[in-house]
């Protein structure tokens, strides 16, 4: 990994460019895992590069769910083990949640080498690794699905997810969380939860909530998921979006040192 100073004032998305870089040379992140994270990366500016409210809302109810459930899974592809491979396996621990392999451009050095890197931060099982399941109306790689992880789970969290598989999902019953800083993705729009934010952010703060509400009885946590609008969240951040472009435009953003 090149050196980056920490005096930098683009520090942090230089750094964690150049994990996906590494993520890259590992064998873990596809080319295309390139091309998403500078796509994230411009949403991440759009928001102010912070965890905004929606988000935080999103989070409780996701933990919440996750609690709540029966069967949780939580989808691993190759930026995500990348970017967040320890936190994953401490959300999956603290979530009691199963951990599972899923790729667009699958090859099965891929699916090794990130299976090797969750185990490295103490992951005990890694599901996807030999899956027997095909998601009902996809033909592609993500279509593939353990029996003991995606193919049974009852909530599934699909952090920087393709569309169709999120809308698969939720076609099959399943109820859908998704990390993704873009609000006006198919998988933003067909999640049951979509928490608009960085996973470098959102991955922490999801851990601390689940070890703050896993004390909260089950009917506070029902009534927690019961209460929630998944489409009012994404109208929120698009609100927030416009209205902090507005600020700017008004302001004036020529030679300020953060937008």
């Not at 091309?35 to 996701?62: C, N, Q, S, W």
């Amino acid at each position: 990994m090149v050196k980056i100073p920490k005096s930098h004032p683009r520090y942090w998305s230089l750094y964690y460019r150049e994990k996906i870089i590494e993520g890259m040379e590992k064998g873990m992140t596809a080319k295309a895992g390139l091309i998403a994270h500078g796509r994230g990366e411009a949403f991440d500016y759009l928001i102010g590069e912070k965890t905004i409210e929606p988000a935080e809302r999103a989070m409780k109810v996701a933990v919440a769910k996750f609690l709540l459930a029966e069967w949780p899974v939580i989808s691993v592809n190759g930026n995500v083990a990348a970017l967040v491979p320890e936190e994953t396996v401490e959300l999956a621990k603290v979530l009691n949640a199963k951990l599972e392999i899923n790729l667009f451009y699958r090859t099965e050095d891929r699916v090794r080498a990130i299976a090797d890197e969750l185990r490295k931060y103490g992951a005990k099982e890694v599901l996807g690794i030999n899956p027997t399941k095909r998601i009902p109306g996809l033909e592609h790689e993500r279509g593939k699905a353990d029996e003991n992880g995606i193919w049974k789970a009852d909530v599934v969290l699909v952090p920087l997810e393709d569309g169709d598989r999120t809308e698969a999902l939720v076609r099959m019953g399943k109820f859908v969380v998704t990390v993704d800083l873009n609000p006006l993705s198919r998988s933003a729009r067909m999640a049951d939860i979509t928490i608009v934010d960085n996973i470098v952010r959102a991955y922490p703060r999801m851990i601390e909530l689940a070890k703050e509400m896993r004390k909260l009885p089950r009917e506070e946590l029902e009534d927690i998921v019961r209460s929630y609008d998944n489409g009012k969240t994404l109208s929120d951040v698009l609100v927030h979006i416009r209205n902090r472009l507005t600020r700017l435009a008004e302001e004036g953003i020529w030679r300020k040192k953060e937008i």
